[in-house]
C-alpha cells in the first residue's frame, strides 16, 4: 500500500469547517483513500473512502486532486465530539488490510 | 444493530503471566481482526480471521500470542507470557465482506492491557 502522509496535529474552531490534508504520491491506480477516526478511549471508525471522484456522506466530505496524489477531508461544521485522531489510510479495493499510520490529531475548540 | 463487543475493558498483569481478550463481532460479520495499538500509534493488524480459519497472522508474535475463532463468531487472543512491551490497546474488528462496501470495518473498544 502507498504511504501517507497527514501534519500531526491541527485546531479548529468549533462551528467551523475543518480540512484535514492528506499527501498519498506514490498511490496507485486501483487504490482507494479511506478516512477513518479514532475518538478518545474509542476504537476507530470509518468516515469516507474515494477512488478519484469527490465523496460526500452525513459525516463528511473528501476531495481528492485530480492526479491523486493527495486528498482533503472536510467536516463541514466542526463540533467538540469531532475532536479526534484522523487516520488516512490507501488501500487496494477489497484488500482486507488497514495500515494505520500516526494521524492527525483534531482539537476542535470552542 | 449492536457494535462489536470486548471484554475486559481494562486489565493489569504482571510480566510473564498471561492474560485472554475475547471479542464478539457484529451478528453476520465472516470476517474478523485484532489489532494491537501502543500508545501514541495508530492500531496494527495481529490477525485475521475469515469465518473459523487463519487468513493472515504474519504480524502476530507466535511465540507467546495466540488466537483462535471456535464456530466462526466469538473469538479470543491470548498472551502468555506477557512482556512489558504488550502494554497497549487491543482492539477487535468485524467486517461483512460485501464487495458494495469495500469490506469496511467495524472497530470494538478495546481492552487497554498494562504489563508490570
Known amino acids: 500500500d502507498a504511504k501517507t502522509t497527514q501534519p500531526p496535529s491541527m485546531d479548529c474552531a468549533e462551528g467551523r469547517a475543518a480540512n484535514l490534508p492528506c499527501n498519498h504520491s506514490?498511490?496507485?491506480?486501483?487504490?482507494?483513500v479511506y478516512w477513518y477516526r479514532q475518538i478518545h478511549s474509542q476504537g476507530p471508525q470509518y468516515i469516507i473512502h474515494?477512488?478519484?471522484n469527490n465523496e460526500t456522506n452525513e459525516m463528511a466530505s473528501l476531495i481528492i486532486t485530480e492526479d491523486r496524489k493527495s486528498s482533503t477531508l472536510i467536516l463541514p461544521h466542526a463540533t467538540l465530539r469531532d475532536t479526534a485522531v484522523y487516520y488516512c489510510?490507501?488501500?487496494?479495493?477489497?484488500?482486507?488490510?488497514?495500515?494505520f499510520g500516526a494521524g492527525t490529531t483534531v482539537t476542535v475548540r470552542a | 444493530e449492536a457494535g462489536v463487543a470486548q471484554s475486559p475493558r481494562y486489565k493489569i498483569i504482571e510480566k510473564r503471566q498471561s492474560v485472554a481478550f475475547w471479542c464478539n463481532p457484529i451478528?453476520?460479520?465472516?470476517?474478523l481482526y485484532w489489532y494491537q495499538q501502543i500508545l501514541g500509534q495508530g492500531p496494527k493488524l495481529l490477525i485475521q480471521?475469515?469465518?473459523?480459519?487463519?487468513?493472515?497472522d504474519s504480524q502476530l508474535p507466535k511465540d507467546r500470542f495466540s488466537a483462535e475463532r471456535l464456530k466462526g463468531v466469538d473469538s479470543t487472543l491470548k498472551i502468555q507470557p506477557a512482556k512489558l512491551e504488550d502494554s497497549a490497546v487491543y482492539l477487535c474488528?468485524?467486517?461483512?465482506?460485501?464487495?458494495?462496501?469495500?469490506?469496511?470495518?467495524?472497530f470494538g473498544p478495546g481492552t487497554r492491557l498494562t504489563v508490570l
Open positions: 474515494g477512488l478519484k
Open positions: 451478528s453476520g460479520h465472516a470476517t
Open positions: 489510510i490507501v488501500r487496494v479495493e477489497n484488500d482486507y488490510k488497514l495500515s
Open positions: 506514490t498511490i496507485s491506480g486501483n487504490e482507494y
Open positions: 474488528a468485524s467486517s461483512r465482506r460485501d464487495p458494495t462496501r469495500r469490506d469496511t470495518q467495524y
Open positions: 480471521f475469515q469465518n473459523n480459519g487463519v487468513v493472515d
